[in-house]
């Protein structure tokens, strides 16, 4: 395996980078990290040590190809939907897709038709996507070329569905479905899973598994543009060694899940564990509490030494993995039993589901736009992406309507202390919109 090959080199390095493995600058990782040169393969062109591992993904995921990749989900996203569509198609995707697939959808100037998941008002944010939904989406877009869904989401949701057009998963964050007890690896055409975020591997890695024999050729066409032609044999070497962890990893997975069961017998009154159908993915619901879900991250930062991966207005997300700990579930588990005392019961702050809008340029349209204060935006069109990072999935997008609610809506995450970040950085105060002139 490659990782093994690594701790052999023992040449000296007239070749990049620059480091050359010198200690004295004492740069972490710099041992191992190389070019290509012979005998270590070349991810552009993998026919040993990485087609290898390549190889070994595609067993792990019953794949017709996989392709390692060290640019994250976001250059396996990309490539996918180049690899299925021609410039000006049209595509279906779920509002709560990832910002790359947006960014996608611009670069190829596709027309983009939106698919609702079912949402959860209780605590604001999209759930799965339905059969009936998606087979209606399709239906009243014969031409559409693809479908593009996130399952799991973020809050470890899935969505079981069948397309007869291609089906494209952001599985980004399903990397390690099919182990142990956890969910089976989805169905489709094309599926991206992110490495780095549920499996012991470093950030940036990730996999394209690839069901379709007719696209494998397109996907390694656009991986060869959009990924980088200098990929780390650092990163490469961690996705080296976590196949050799996964191969001998159902103790792993066995202690793993037995930590998280014990975790949600923990005896909360008020808080609330929201279990989707990842139970890796820990959700803790504040919605009936007198705290939103920034106050409970910042408490849990704070006085316990705990950082979570993201908060939002009514809830927060802990990720957990096999490398996680039974001291840490523990630790977690006495904390929010902790907080959970100190906490009084409200009603329900529900979050109304967005507004689809009803009026939309293609974000390609909009090539001029202007600093327009939020609070006067209304009935304006969006000329910048508005997203809540995490998880990176856009309020609004160039070329929407900015509606009163979709302002409120910005205004109460802000309110909330939730990460609401603009392509401008002019938020809170300014937002871009489309300039006629």
């Known amino acids: 395996m490659l990782h093994n090959d690594l701790e052999k080199l023992d040449k000296y390095p007239f070749h990049m980078p620059g480091h050359k493995r010198n200690k004295k600058f004492g740069i972490i990782g710099s041992d191992i990290d190389i070019t290509e040169i012979d005998g270590f393969d070349n991810l552009h062109s993998a026919n040993g040590s990485i087609k290898d591992i390549e190889d070994n993904l595609s067993k792990i995921y019953n794949a017709n190809r996989s392709f390692m990749l060290i640019n994250g989900s976001t250059v396996g996203l990309l490539s996918a939907i180049f690899a299925v569509t021609e410039r000006g198609n ?15 959808c611009y670069l190829r100037e596709l027309e983009v038709i939106y698919i609702e998941p079912d949402y959860d008002e209780n605590d604001g944010y999209y759930t799965s996507v339905s059969q009936d939904t998606l087979d209606s989406a399709i239906k009243e877009n014969p031409d559409a070329k ?3 869904i996130t399952s799991p989401t973020y809050e470890g949701n899935i969505s079981n569905i069948e397309s007869s057009i291609p089906l494209i998963i952001d599985c980004a964050h399903g990397a390690h479905f099919g182990f142990g007890n956890f969910p089976k690896y989805p169905n489709g055409d094309i599926i991206i899973s992110s490495l780095h975020k549920t499996l012991p591997c470093l950030t940036q890695t990730a996999v394209i598994n690839v069901y379709n024999n ?3 050729e397109n996907v390694k066409k656009y991986l060869d543009i959009f990924e980088t032609s200098s990929p780390s044999y650092i990163l490469m070497s961690s996705v080296s060694k976590c196949i050799e962890f996964l191969n001998d990893s159902k103790e792993l997975f066995s202690s793993y899940e037995e930590n998280l069961k014990e975790l949600y017998k923990a005896n909360l009154k008020n808080l609330k564990f929201k279990i989707g159908d ?33 908060a939002s207005v009514n809830y927060i997300v802990l990720m ?3 490398a996680d700990t039974y001291e840490a579930f523990k630790l977690l588990k006495n904390a929010l039993e902790e907080i959970d ?12 589901k967005p507004l689809l809008p009803t009026k939309k340029y293609k974000s390609s349209e909009v090539t001029k736009t202007k600093a327009n204060l939020l609070s006067d935006a209304k009935d304006k069109i969006c000329g910048e992406y508005i997203y809540a990072y995490p998880p990176d999935i856009p309020i609004i997008v160039p070329g929407e309507l900015i509606t009163e609610s979709i302002i409120k809506n910005i205004n109460n995450m802000i309110y909330n202390g939730v990460n609401v970040v ?14 006629d002139k």
């Open 214 to 216: 007719m696209y494998i």
């Open 341 to 352: 005392l100190t906490l009084k019961e409200i009603e329900i702050k529900r979050i109304t």
């Open 90 to 104: 049209k595509i279906i995707i779920a509002r709560n897709c990832h910002k790359s697939v947006y960014n996608a």
């Open 278 to 310: 990842d139970i890796g993915k820990i959700v803790v619901s504040t919605a009936k509490t007198n705290i939103n879900g920034t106050e409970l991250s910042q408490i849990l930062r704070e006085k316990y030494n705990i950082e979570c991966e993201m």
């Open 146 to 148: 693809a479908v593009v």
């Open 422 to 435: 603009s392509d401008s950085n002019l938020l809170p105060e300014y937002i871009l919109t489309k300039n």
């Open 320 to 322: 957990t993995s096999i």
